[in-house]
T-cell receptor, first 109, second 115 residues
Framework: DAKTTQPNSMESNEEEPVHLPCNHS???????IHWYRQLPSQGPEYVIH???SNVNNRMASLAIAEDRKSSTLILHRATLRDAAVYYC??????????FGAGTRLTVKP | DGGITQSPKYLFRKEGQNVTLSCEQN?????MYWYRQDPGQGLRLIYY???????QKGDIAEGYSVSREKKESFPLTVTSAQKNPTAFYLC??????????????FGPGTRLTVL
């Protein structure tokens, strides 16, 4: 299993960009990098995933380092609704998704 | 609307009693999962099922049991053998596309408190 390291917490101001880092130095060549987020008292929701190339969707962007040992989730304009715990999960198997402690993002108005 | 439902949202039980948590999905997903979350922690996989009438243990299956008699339903029983059952329980489902990405969809969770 790839071990991940994420900051315990981060703060951002509303409408500013947020860069959430994740180190996964032991990632295997077939692991996708998944990001999920969990709003308070809710189940997690999918944010984005990628393998090698940077990815964009309506929620966020994912920047993947060339050596794939780290990635960064980018929220282009944080809103209060983006306050959540963000999980970075390297995996190639849905039955082996390791949700660690994640990064708790606080968005200040 | 398609989605995953878990009931009830809050559940209280006395120590020593078995309790069954419900999980239903109408997304036509083949795979279903149960996770446990303790305060301030991530999710840990209890059981998963990729097909009807088949299921596999996850990382923390001891003290839990499941069944998968229908594609739509994957109930979890927390038995009296589970030493610390108080937790937030999350059910998820996903498709099983070979070679494709299979996003997991989560239910709203059941918060179980054992008194």
């Amino acid at each position: 299993d790839a071990k991940t390291t994420q900051p315990n917490s981060m703060e951002s101001n509303e409408e500013e960009p947020v860069h959430l880092p994740c180190n996964h130095s032991t990632i295997s060549g077939t692991d996708y990098i998944h990001w999920y987020r969990q709003l308070p008292s809710q189940g997690p929701e999918y944010v984005i995933h990628g393998l090698t190339s940077n990815v964009n969707n309506r929620m966020a962007s994912l920047a993947i380092a060339e050596d794939r040992k780290s990635s960064t989730l980018i929220l282009h304009r944080a809103t209060l609704r983006d306050a959540a715990v963000y999980y970075c999960i390297p995996s190639n198997n849905n039955n082996d998704m390791r949700f660690g402690a994640g990064t708790r993002l606080t968005v200040k108005p | 609307d398609g989605g995953i439902t878990q009931s009830p949202k809050y559940l209280f039980r006395k120590e020593g009693q078995n309790v069954t948590l419900s999980c239903e999905q109408n997304l036509n997903h083949d795979a279903m999962y149960w996770y446990r979350q303790d305060p301030g922690q991530g999710l840990r996989l209890i059981y998963y099922s990729q097909i009807v009438n088949d299921f596999q243990k996850g990382d923390i299956a001891e003290g839990y049991s499941v069944s998968r008699e229908k594609k739509e339903s994957f109930p979890l029983t927390v038995t009296s053998a589970q030493k610390n059952p108080t937790a937030f329980y999350l059910c998820a489902s996903s498709m099983m596309l070979a070679g494709g990405y299979n996003e997991q969809f989560f239910g709203p969770g059941t918060r179980l408190t054992v008194l």
